[in-house]
C-alpha cells in the first residue's frame, strides 16, 4: 500500500519513472529525427538531381537562343554575345536583390538584449560590442520597443507540474 511505504521510497520511485519517462522521451525523439532526416536527405537528393536538370535545359536553351538570332541574321558572335549579356544582366540583378535582402538582418538584437540583461551592465559592454551601423542618407528609424515577452526561464512555466497533473 502507498501509505505505508517511505518517503525515501516513493521519491526513489518517482526519480526511477522520471528518469526512464526521460530516457523514453529522447529514444522518441532520436527515432523521430533519424525518419525525418532520411526524408529531408531524399528529398535534396531530388531537389538537387533536378536542378542539374534544370541547368542543363537553360544551357540548351541558351544555345538554342543563340541559333535562333543567327537564323534570324545575326552574327553568331553577336547572337552569343546576346545571349550572354543577357545573362550578365539577370545575374547582376539576383546579386543586388540578395544584397539588399542580406543589408536587412538584424544580427540577433533580441538574443543581445536578452544576454545584456542576464549579464551586468558592465559586463555586457565588454562582452558583447554593439555593431556600429553604416552612416546612410535616410534618418534613423525610431527604435522598437523593448522586448517584454518571456524569457528562455519562462517558457514553460505556464505548464502543470507532473505531480498536479495526476
Do not use: N
Not at 3 to 15: F, I, K, N, T, Y
Not at 128 to 141: D, F, T
Amino acid at each position: 500500500m502507498p501509505e505505508d511505504e517511505s518517503l525515501g521510497a516513493l521519491v526513489a520511485q518517482a526519480s526511477h519513472h522520471i528518469s526512464t519517462l526521460v530516457r523514453s522521451e529522447i529514444e522518441l525523439a532520436k527515432a523521430e529525427l533519424k525518419f525525418d532526416a532520411k526524408r529531408v536527405g531524399v528529398a535534396a537528393g531530388l531537389f538537387g538531381a533536378a536542378a542539374f536538370m534544370g541547368h542543363l535545359c537553360l544551357i540548351l536553351a541558351s544555345f538554342a537562343i543563340a541559333y535562333a538570332l543567327v537564323a534570324v541574321g545575326l552574327a553568331t558572335w553577336l547572337a552569343f554575345t546576346i545571349v550572354t549579356v543577357f545573362y550578365l544582366v539577370v545575374a547582376g540583378l539576383l546579386v543586388l536583390v540578395g544584397y539588399r535582402r542580406l543589408k536587412g538582418l538584424t544580427g540577433m538584437k533580441r538574443t543581445r538584449r536578452s544576454l545584456r540583461g542576464l549579464a551586468g551592465p558592465e559586463e555586457a559592454e565588454e562582452e558583447l560590442p554593439e555593431r556600429v551601423p553604416a552612416p546612410s542618407a535616410r534618418p534613423a528609424a525610431p527604435a522598437p520597443p523593448p522586448y517584454t515577452g518571456p524569457t528562455a526561464g519562462q517558457v514553460g512555466a505556464h505548464r502543470e507540474s507532473v505531480s498536479d497533473a495526476g
